[in-house]
């Protein structure tokens, strides 16, 4: 069984330009974002997005909701190519907004923490909003990653070639998503970790990586737009933000024409994750000069 080839030339030149891209993302942030400060005095019965932040300071999660918007449009305003990392930055905020909103009001007296806590309440008989955010961003990220496989696949590809390299990819953007939730508990903390990721990928400049570049601009459009009042303590991601920039940047190391990067970022994201329900993320960020420094730059103090 044989899939599909692979986009020609003329394919590519169909796709927008990073700078096109990041400005759709940032533009989409920013208007989302600001457009949401007045939500609760044209509409008091919606649900509220104001959140406590780890300082105790009173932040507004429409920040979050900005940047997956941002993020989906990235991929829209990236063409066809782009259409992977759109469903994936959409599961990521639709799973992250449902957990945001519903603040563990549905997981009992106990609720649940880190991936082996929900999966544990899920042994248990207990659905949590962590497990169906799990499920949600893993769909959307196997569906994203059967999209970029088809796409790459060349006359001849064998299927377990073609379901090989849409498992890596899916894990690739499913970790990527659960890690950057799991760095957002300082301000600009996820934005930063998604801009230093991408950012090889913006320099690459052979024309199969065009789409994974226009993606890392867009990842960055949409940090730039998010990053100020993030970093003032105005607004925050939660899980929201933070699942549909680490999904976004996720898949635009997935569009990669590299196997071998694709496959070392997608064992170091499930190494990152799983490491995560043993050591502190923000300890050993603050054990370390260099990161302690990045993180602190531009934060309020």
């Given amino acids: 069984m044989t899939a599909r080839t692979a986009p020609g030339p003329a394919d590519h030149r169909r796709d927008h330009g990073p700078v096109a891209v990041a400005l759709a993302a940032l533009g989409t942030t920013l208007g989302w974002s600001e457009s949401l ?6 509409a008091p019965s ?14 507004s999660l429409r920040g979050g909701a900005g940047v997956a918007l941002g993020a989906v449009a990235a991929g829209l305003a990236t063409g066809r190519a782009g259409a992977p990392a759109a469903l994936a ?7 992250g907004l449902v957990d945001d909103l519903d ?13 082996r806590g929900h999966l544990g309440a899920l042994a248990a008989g207990r659905v949590t909003t962590g497990v169906v955010k799990i499920a949600v961003i893993g769909a959307g990220a196997l569906a994203a990653g059967t999209m970029l496989a088809r796409t790459r696949a060349r006359p001849g590809t064998r299927t377990t070639g073609l379901v090989a390299d849409a ?23 996820a934005l930063k970790t998604a801009c ?8 690459d400049p052979r024309p199969l990586s065009s789409t994974s570049r226009a993606l890392a601009a ?26 549909a920039i680490g999904a976004l940047a996720g898949t635009a190391v997935a569009a990669h024409p590299s196997r071998v990067a694709r496959t ?33 730059l531009g934060r309020r103090e």
């Fill in 37 to 42: 400060a007045g939500l609760p005095g044209l």
């Fill in 46 to 59: 919606l649900p509220s997005l104001e959140r406590t932040n780890f300082r105790g300071r009173t932040v």
């Fill in 89 to 95: 930055a959409a599961a990521g905020g639709v799973a």
């Fill in 103 to 115: 603040a563990g009001a549905h997981d009992g007296e106990e609720p649940a923490k880190g991936l």
């Fill in 167 to 189: 498992a890596t990819s899916a894990v690739l953007i499913a970790s990527w998503a659960n890690l950057h939730n799991l760095l957002d508990l300082r301000p600009g903390r």
């Fill in 196 to 203: 230093l990721t991408v950012s090889p990928l913006l320099v």
């Fill in 218 to 243: 867009g990842v960055v459009g949409a940090a730039t737009a998010a990053l100020p009042e993030d970093l003032m303590e105005d607004t925050m991601l939660g899980d929201t933000g933070a699942n």
């Fill in 264 to 296: 070392a970022a997608a064992a170091a994201g499930v190494a990152l994750v799983l490491a995560s329900e043993r050591i502190s993320f923000t300890r050993v960020i603050a054990s370390t000069p260099v990161l302690a420094a990045v993180d602190a």
